[in-house]
Every structure is written in structure tokens, then in C-alpha cells.
């Protein structure tokens, strides 16, 4: 009960880190692209989570009477299978549905993956120099140098095909990115005056880092970041495509892309409507990511008064 | 003879060198200098003299490696500056001994707010809590003549003007009252008003907080309006210190003379006197000329100079100079 007077101290930075989302969230707010990305993203988000309420429908149960029926709107459609069923009589919206599942969580968590080590390891490469910088980097020259195609396979062959060990595969081939490009920023921001400030005013290393360095190299991460998760989607299905993804029969957006590839020219809507799907998402994360970074940066904020 | 009642800060000696590509930068090169409680002290030079690695050797700022301390001594209170923990070093800095520099405009976090940036100092120096410290950020800024602080404490420096911005800066070095405060160039980025403003504002902080002062600058005009004392640097080495009236009555060393005679004076007549430079250019302190630094662009050079540099001696009472003719003048 009676808590010693330092506690509250080391919720200090915590809050003023909440207080700086705050703001920013405001400022997103005021931003009409970001407003549409956030909302689009939001419903894409929730749809993933709670259309069975809504649709329920087995996305392996297969109709070999109603192979590659087209969507509704089109002669021969029903709405029975609203968006058209597949070679194998698969209704295709609760394909779609079920993918957006796997899609979002492997692209997302590949890149919270990828990020979080990239950043540490960029943050500390780049501030503290010297070896610790050196052996940070020929690491990721290695990582750079072998073929991400190739460490994907023989680590999915060693490890078995799951989503947790693909997501891990993908984290772990992408943090070079993230870490370069922080350590890119990091130098050049840790020869600003400010951080000589800092630390003439005593500011420990460790704070430097995280609250005078680490907020102003945070807009390329989200925008490398969004990028990214857009990449992931798309490795995702190349890796579904070869077998070594997410493990079949498990509908993804990327499978879906691959199976429905032979059928392009007598089913459009076996590719056309996965791809459609990818493309939204992907536009909403990246008008999302565009709108944060500018929210983020104060000069471009419009702050009353 | 020049007495301070106790030194407060006393570089002895100092050798700060850099290991660069191109050889060895001697960029503090035996300087000796004393600073008591309270008293402003100038170093001027031109660019390139050493006077900015002297500043950020005392607060043990600099990159190690490239630079590291070939000799001599930081006395603070008594205590070797040279050889603290980096801990230690870092728990002095901002409480006892601080800095601002030249570029109010680079100097602040463009992602904080003023008042969070100057909160931090209270924080890590006083311990005190965020309500507290954010009292004492504002009081702060009033003191530094801010208007309106509690509304300024909640703007991002982008929102400051430059003569704001140094003030705030002026607000975190002093924050927690220490002994000494560097000054880099403090008033060299603002406009001739502004720097009035904060030069006056220095000068009552000082009497004020009776902080010491060690004033960098190549602004002999700032020199003479705050400082008691001065010392002339040139490629690492002083070349001359002296009681600051001393100095601008009567320099010793030609490289001081050619200072003084380099900027236009109040009660010179445009048609008898003209402006006289110094001829040539510092050399770089990677690449310095063999003997004595300044004899290639000295308009006084004898046999000597060529030969040999001479040693920093006093030639009246208070009054060191660095110069063969001068101290056996």
C-alpha cells in the first residue's frame, strides 16, 4: 500500500510516451487519408475476426457440381456462392475470409518480428559504434548475402511448415532492413546538437537513445514498415505457391492467387478477387503509415494556439 | 601577479589529440588555464584553434576514439576530471558544470516540447517528480525571461524564434545552478540585437546564480563586454592571457594585436585608419608547420621564432604572453 516514492518514476517515460501518442493520434485524426485507411483497415480488421457471426459457410467443403461458378452478378451465378466457387466447388468469399486471416496475422507478425529485432539491433549498432556496430552489421551482411528463397526453404525444412515457424522465417529474413536503415538514421541523428545537449545536461545513454534518438528515426520504420507488411503478403503466397507456407488445405490469399492462376482466362474472379483483397489491404496500411508518419513529425502538426 | 582565492576549475597542461587518416591533430596542445568561483573568463581564436575540443574535453564529451588526452590535468574542485568514470562524469554534467552552444536552432529535440526537454534535467539531476519538475521548468524559463512560460513550455522549439530557443537553452544548462557554464559561441548564430539581449541576460544569470562562466567565442566585442580575463588560443596553444582591460590596452602578442586592429572600432576615423587582416590562414592542426605555429604569418618574426616556439611567460604582473620579442621586450 504504502509504495516507495520512486515507483511512480519509472512510469515516467511511459506516459510521456502515451502523451506523445495522444498527439499524434489527433493529429492523425485531422489527416483525410489517414481517416480513410484507418476505417478501411478497421472494417478489413474486423471483418477477419467476425464474419462467422455473419457467414458460415465450411471453406473446404467442396461442390464438384458447382465448379467454377462466377459471382452472382454474372449469368450463371447464384447467390448461393456469392462470389463464385473455385476448380473444386469451394465457395470463394469464405476463402477469402479465412485467408484474410492467416494473411494479415503472417504479415503482420513477421514484421513486428523483423522490426523489433531490426530496431534493437539498428539502435544499438548505430549509436554505440565501434565493435559492437561491426559485429552487428557482418551479421547482416550474411543474412544479406544468402538468398532469402533458399534460407526460407532449408529453415521450413528443417523446422516443419506451420505459421508460426513461417513467421518467424520471414521475421528473422527481414530484419536487415529495418536494422540498416535505423542505423542509417541513427548516425546521422546522434551527431545532432541536441543529443550533444542531452548529454551535457547528464542524460543517461540509455534514456539518449530512447527518448532523444529513438522518436526521430521512428517515420522511415513505419513506412519501411507498411511497405513491408505488403511484401510479407506477397512472400506468403510465393511460399504457399511452393508448398513451403502456410500448409495446405488452409486457405490464404496467396494460395488462392497461385491455384487460381491455371484458371485466369475461364474463371477471372478465382485471382481477380484475392488480388482485390490484397490490394485493399495494402492501400489501407499504406495511407494508414503515410498519415502516421506525418503525425508523428511536429513541424508538419497543426497545433492550435 | 594574477590571485584567484580558490581555482575552481584548472586545466593543467592539456593535450587533447586526434588520431586522424591523415596523422595526429593536435587540437589542445598544452593549454593551462585557471577559472575561480564566478569569474567569466573569454577564449577567443579563430575557427580551427582548439577552443571547442578545449570546452567539450572538460565536459569529457568528445568521441574517444578519434581524441584522446596525451597529458596533463582538469582540476575540478581539486578533483582530475581526466580521470572519471564515465558515470561520474555523466552525474557532473548539467548539475555542476554545463554547456550551450552556438546552435539554439539544433540544439533542442524537435520532437519534444520545450518544457519536457527542460523537465528532463530536474529529473535526472533533482529526482523530483514530473508535476514538480514541470513547475520548475516554467520558473525556469521566466528567469530566462521567456514570456508567457506556461504556455511556451507546451511548444516544440520548431515554434521559438532563435533568440528564444537560446534562452530555453541557456533555462536547461543553468537549471540545476552549477559552478561553471561553457559558453560555445553563444550569441555567434543570432542577430546583433538578440545577442545584446542574451549577453545581458548571461551577465545577470551570473550575478545571479554566481555561476562561473567560460566564454568561447571569436566575438571580441562580446569578450569585452562580460569577461575579467582572456586568453588568445592559436592551434591549440595560448598565445596570450591577460586581465581583459590589460588586453585590449595593451596587447602583447602580434597575433592579438592583429585580432584587435581586424575589427572596426567606435572611435576609429574611416579616413586614417583602416582595417588590417592577418595575412595567410590557421593551418590545420593535422598539418601544422615545422618550429613555431604562427612565425610564417607573423609581420614581427625574428631568427628565434623560426627555430624554436616560445613558452607562455608572464611578462607583467598578470599579463602571459607567448612571444620571443614580447616577453623579453
Known amino acids: 500500500m504504502n509504495r516507495p516514492a520512486a515507483s511512480p518514476e519509472r512510469f515516467r517515460h511511459l506516459r510521456a510516451s502515451l502523451r506523445l501518442w495522444g498527439e499524434t493520434l489527433r493529429a492523425l485524426a485531422r489527416s483525410p487519408g489517414a481517416v480513410a485507411g484507418g476505417v478501411l483497415f478497421a472494417l478489413i480488421i474486423g471483418t477477419s475476426i467476425c464474419f462467422q457471426i455473419f457467414y458460415t459457410k465450411d471453406p473446404l467443403a467442396q461442390d464438384l457440381l458447382a465448379r467454377l461458378t462466377p459471382p452472382f452478378w454474372q449469368e450463371g451465378g447464384s447467390l448461393a456462392y456469392p462470389l463464385g466457387t473455385d476448380n473444386l466447388g469451394r465457395d470463394v468469399l469464405v476463402r477469402i475470409l479465412y485467408g484474410s486471416r492467416v494473411s494479415l496475422m503472417v504479415g503482420f507478425a513477421s514484421v513486428l518480428v523483423a522490426c523489433g529485432a531490426g530496431i534493437a539491433l539498428g539502435l544499438i549498432s548505430g549509436y554505440y559504434g565501434g565493435r559492437t556496430d561491426s559485429v552487428i552489421m557482418r551479421v547482416a551482411d550474411v543474412f544479406m548475402a544468402y538468398p532469402f528463397m533458399l534460407l526460407t526453404i532449408s529453415i521450413i525444412a528443417v523446422l516443419g511448415n506451420s505459421i508460426f515457424n513461417l513467421i518467424l522465417v520471414l521475421g528473422l529474413s527481414d530484419w536487415v532492413t529495418y536494422a540498416r536503415t535505423i542505423r542509417g538514421s541513427v548516425l546521422s541523428i546522434k551527431e545532432k546538437e541536441f543529443v550533444l545537449a542531452a548529454r551535457s545536461v547528464g542524460t543517461r545513454n540509455r534514456v539518449i537513445l530512447l527518448r532523444h534518438v529513438f522518436p526521430n528515426v521512428l517515420s522511415p520504420i513505419l513506412v519501411l514498415g507498411t511497405v513491408r507488411v505488403a511484401n510479407i503478403i506477397i512472400w506468403e503466397s510465393g511460399l504457399s505457391f511452393l508448398g513451403m507456407g502456410v500448409p495446405p488445405p488452409m486457405p490464404t490469399w496467396g494460395r488462392m492467387l497461385a491455384e487460381g492462376r491455371v484458371y485466369i482466362t475461364d474463371a477471372w474472379w478465382l485471382v481477380t478477387l484475392p488480388g482485390l483483397a490484397i490490394m485493399l489491404t495494402i492501400l489501407s496500411i499504406n495511407l494508414l503509415g503515410d498519415g502516421l508518419r506525418d503525425a508523428l513529425d511536429p513541424r508538419l502538426r497543426n497545433i492550435p494556439g | ?329
Open chain 2, 1 to 329: 601577479m594574477w590571485v584567484v582565492s580558490s581555482r575552481m576549475l584548472s586545466i593543467r597542461n592539456l593535450k587533447t589529440y586526434f588520431r586522424t587518416p591523415k596523422g595526429l591533430a593536435r587540437a589542445v596542445d598544452g593549454v593551462s588555464l585557471d577559472i575561480g568561483p564566478g569569474e567569466v573568463v573569454g577564449v577567443v581564436g579563430e575557427s580551427g584553434c582548439g577552443k571547442s575540443v578545449m570546452a567539450l574535453s572538460i565536459l569529457g564529451l568528445l568521441p574517444r576514439p578519434p581524441a584522446y588526452f596525451a597529458g596533463g590535468e582538469i582540476l575540478f574542485n581539486d578533483q582530475d576530471l581526466l580521470k572519471f568514470k564515465p558515470d561520474e562524469m555523466r552525474r557532473l554534467r548539467g548539475n555542476q558544470i554545463s554547456m550551450i552552444f552556438q546552435e539554439p536552432m539544433s540544439a533542442l529535440n524537435p520532437v519534444f516540447t520545450v518544457g519536457n526537454q527542460l523537465q528532463e534535467v530536474f529529473q535526472v539531476h533533482r529526482n523530483l517528480g514530473r508535476a514538480e519538475a514541470l513547475q520548475n521548468a516554467i520558473d525556469m524559463l521566466a528567469k530566462v525571461g521567456v514570456p508567457a512560460p506556461e504556455r511556451r513550455v507546451r511548444e516544440y522549439p520548431y515554434q521559438l524564434s532563435g533568440g528564444m530557443r537560446q534562452r530555453v537553452m541557456i533555462a536547461m544548462a543553468l537549471a540545476c545552478r552549477p559552478a561553471l557554464l561553457l559558453a560555445d559561441e553563444p550569441t555567434t548564430a543570432l542577430d546583433v540585437s538578440i545577442q545584446a539581449q542574451i549577453i545581458e541576460l548571461m551577465t545577470a544569470l551570473k550575478e545571479e546564480l554566481d555561476t562561473a562562466i567560460l566564454l568561447i567565442t571569436h566575438d571580441l566585442g562580446v569578450v569585452a563586454e562580460i569577461t575579467r580575463r582572456v586568453a588568445v588560443m592559436y592551434t591549440g596553444k595560448i598565445m596570450e592571457e591577460a586581465p581583459t582591460l590589460d588586453l585590449f590596452d595593451a596587447p602583447l602578442h602580434p597575433y592579438t594585436r592583429g585580432l584587435l586592429t581586424s575589427i572596426p572600432r567606435a572611435d576609429a576615423s574611416f579616413e586614417t585608419e583602416s582595417l588590417t587582416e592577418i595575412k595567410g590562414v590557421v593551418p590545420s592542426v593535422a598539418a601544422l608547420p615545422p618550429g613555431y605555429h604562427f612565425e610564417p604569418r607573423c609581420p614581427e618574426a625574428i631568427d628565434i621564432c623560426r627555430a624554436q616556439a616560445p613558452a607562455l611567460e608572464e611578462a607583467r604582473p598578470g599579463h602571459r604572453v607567448a612571444c620571443w620579442r614580447a616577453a623579453h621586450a
